[in-house]
């Protein structure tokens, strides 16, 4: 049987074009046919920098053929990359924290090929569902999983949120499903009326002057300059976690005077991602809140564009 598909390509800067191959089958990997696909910040970078190496990575996906422990007809989730095997994070256990990661082929495409040594690290089945569409971002939340049981989690807490992109929305939905009180802070309007729109129960902040004293921050903004100002704002003995790379380095002084703990949190395990898909399937996150919809590849710029707009949270191409 011959298969056809589609998949978008950067041309150049903020153009993408459509090649149409012939999908082989191999034995020696697995075939799979894509579902939902979501369209990250990275991927956004990546359009205006005419970048492809990262061009497309969120996804689910129906299986083609019986391949191993997998059947047809099976859904899944892919991930983009796993350990090496062979660096020191690898054999310490934390493949998470692999220096030299093989990354899959994967990219804004009807089909995806996974080689068969990096099936069982990188495809997860996921439970029958009314919607897979909620599972695209798993990726996504599967690492704020990880950042959350990075910290240390007492009843009472304030925690603030630097940021208010979609990660950090993430971060808000699971410690407020934890009971936590929780404040997301950034000043881009837009974005916070936007969320205010869809998820009408969050608090952002938009202001310094709004600012209380909180026990935890997490930063998902990687901006070292906005940091050295909310950092005031965590109490004395708190803790600080960083979820994204700074700009700059960080002076540690006031986190050395208040013995503030600084966490860091990188990529994700197994088993935060098996905790990832009960809180999906539990309903616990609103996914399909933070979603737009699309019905076509075609529509793939058309979502950039309505992200780098602060129009939608985040969009998710259906190719059913």
Request: aromatic share 10%; charged share 20%; net charge neutral.
């Amino acid at each position: 049987m011959i298969i056809m598909g589609t998949t978008a390509i950067l041309k150049d800067k903020e153009q993408i074009e459509f090649n149409h191959t012939q999908v082989l089958q191999d034995d020696n990997k697995m075939l799979i046919k894509t579902k939902f696909l979501g369209v990250c910040t990275s991927d956004i970078k990546n359009y205006l920098a005419n970048n492809s190496h990262y061009f497309g990575h969120e996804m689910v996906g129906e299986v083609v053929y019986d391949f191993e422990k997998f059947k047809r007809g099976d859904y899944v989730n892919i991930f983009h990359k796993h350990g090496c095997m062979d660096c020191i994070g690898c054999n310490s256990g934390f493949l998470h924290l692999c220096q030299s990661p093989h990354l899959m082929p994967m990219s804004f495409a009807e089909y995806v090929s996974i080689p068969k040594k990096s099936v069982e690290y990188c495809v997860y089945k996921l439970p029958k569902s009314d919607n897979y569409g909620d599972y695209v971002f798993l990726d996504s939340l599967s690492c704020v999983v990880r950042g959350v049981n990075r910290l240390n989690l007492t009843s009472g807490k304030k925690v603030l949120i630097n940021g208010t992109g979609f990660l950090a929305i993430l971060y808000a939905s699971i410690l407020m499903a934890k009971n936590f009180t929780v404040h997301l802070f950034g000043g881009n309007q837009k974005k916070a009326e936007l969320i205010n729109k869809k998820l009408p129960n969050y608090i952002v902040k938009t202001s310094i002057s709004e600012l209380d004293k909180y026990d935890i921050q997490i930063d998902t903004t990687g901006n070292a300059e906005l940091l050295s100002e909310l950092v005031n704002f965590i109490v004395p003995q708190g803790q600080l976690l960083c979820f994204s790379s700074f700009n700059h380095p960080l002076s540690l002084g006031y986190f050395r005077n208040n013995e503030i703990t600084l966490l860091f949190s990188k990529h994700t395990t197994r088993s935060d991602v098996t905790e990832a898909i009960d809180l999906i399937s539990s309903k616990t996150i609103p996914m399909k809140e933070m979603f737009t919809f699309y019905r076509h590849l075609d529509d793939l710029e058309n979502s950039i564009k309505s992200t780098i707009e602060n129009k939608i949270i985040r969009g998710v191409i259906c190719l059913d």
